[in-house]
């Protein structure tokens, strides 16, 4: 961006800020603070909060924080609606339709737990502007809780494999990835052009996403612009997110298939990238795959010692894939074990909920909302909420109990009547299978 001398600001695109938030109590000054604190010109400049909050509370609370900012001279607007329908998606399409959103270039959106640093807009606007054919600026996210515990410290591993082996990747190779929900910069134009915001599904970023980019728009992903964000500390809060995750593409995937195929904006090729690499491989295949390979169909071979399972499918691929996994954070290394055990505990979750998105289930809608904890704790910025203290039996996760339980049998005949060494393995499993069962996971 040069200034020019005359024409002064106006030089500068329009820019909205949009943050989504639901009684985000311990966040959401973070976030709003970040949104403000931008270094773009004032006049140029639009924070809408899309405040969808219930608690009374909260709600004044952000009305006191954006009244703050808009004194300090910030165009800031708090927008709530009479009711939650569409959930996320529901409201970001609600706060397209106010008059002064006609007014902006570029929409650039962050969750209530993100914080972005003040040159993020010098940083990724430039793109859009220089670059008529993209339409999404996708950031990197950056972890401020990653060293809270193990579960926040394999959250970090499988999340950075994917912003390099899926994001960075398919900008590099097809300028498409799927959006990431936050960190992004929309040209919004691109996202008229597409339909906008549609609520059918949980994962309305992606569904945004694979509607511009068959629209033959392109993405760019900006590996060295790090936004600063929130990984779920608790595991229940963790399980929900990854059955949204899960359930949402599997969903959408059984509502867009023909409508790719249909499409005759792009090539053949990225349509078969799309539905064969982006979707079916690594939405749904890989989430079967890894729960009734590993949790299910190698532990019951012990029964079975006629079987021969061949080794690539039980050390070479996957050792390949924690390798590949370990280097996208070297300082983690040592945790590839740990992380391989409890990615197929999860995959439990993840395949639980393909199912549910692509039968349609009952729960295919279900959204609740990621807890976030902030800086709230150590900082004591802001009231605390008496959290209810849970008894031992409250903590119990039937499912993975009978995972775990199911495993270790399948240990023990094998240490008592096999030939190979798959207990070892086996043991492990099944110990991580329990110990998540007993709620033992996460802060």
Known sequence: ???????????FPMVLVQIPMYNEREVFQLSIGAACRLIWPLDRLIVQVLDDSTDPTIMEMVNIECGK????????????????????????????????????????????????????????????IHNSELALV???????????CLMTRMQEMSLNYHF??????????HAFFGFNGTAGVWRLAAMEEAGGWKDRTTVEDMDLAVRVGLHGWKFVFVNDVAVKSELPSQFKAFRFQQHRWSC??????????????RNKRVTIWKKLYVIYSFFFVRKIIVHFFTFFFYCFILPMSVFFPEVNIPTWSTVYFPFMITLFNAIATPRSFYLVIFWVLFENVMAMHRTKGTF???????????WVVTEKLGDALETKLLPQVRKPRYGFLDRINSKEMMVGIYILCCASYNLVFGKTLLYIYLYMQALAFIIAGIGFVGT
Request: hydrophobic share 35%.
């Open 1 to 11: 961006m040069q200034e020019d001398m005359e024409l002064g600001n106006q030089n």
């Open 69 to 128: 900012w808009a004194t300090k001279g910030i165009n800031i607007k708090c927008e709530r609606r009479d009711n939650r329908n569409g959930y996320k998606a529901g409201a970001l399409k609600q706060g397209m339709r106010h008059s002064y959103v006609k007014t902006c270039t570029y929409i650039a959106i962050f969750d209530a737990d993100f914080q972005p640093e003040p040159d993020y807009l010098q940083r990724t606007v430039p793109f859009l």
């Open 138 to 148: 996708q950031a990197r996210w950056k972890f401020v809780n990653a060293k809270k």
């Open 164 to 173: 390099t082996a899926e994001q960075e990747s398919g900008s590099t190779r």
């Open 248 to 261: 949402g593409p599997a969903n959408l995937f059984r509502k867009m298939t023909m409508e790719i195929i």
């Open 356 to 366: 549910i998105g692509l039968l349609e289930g009952g729960r295919v809608n279900e």
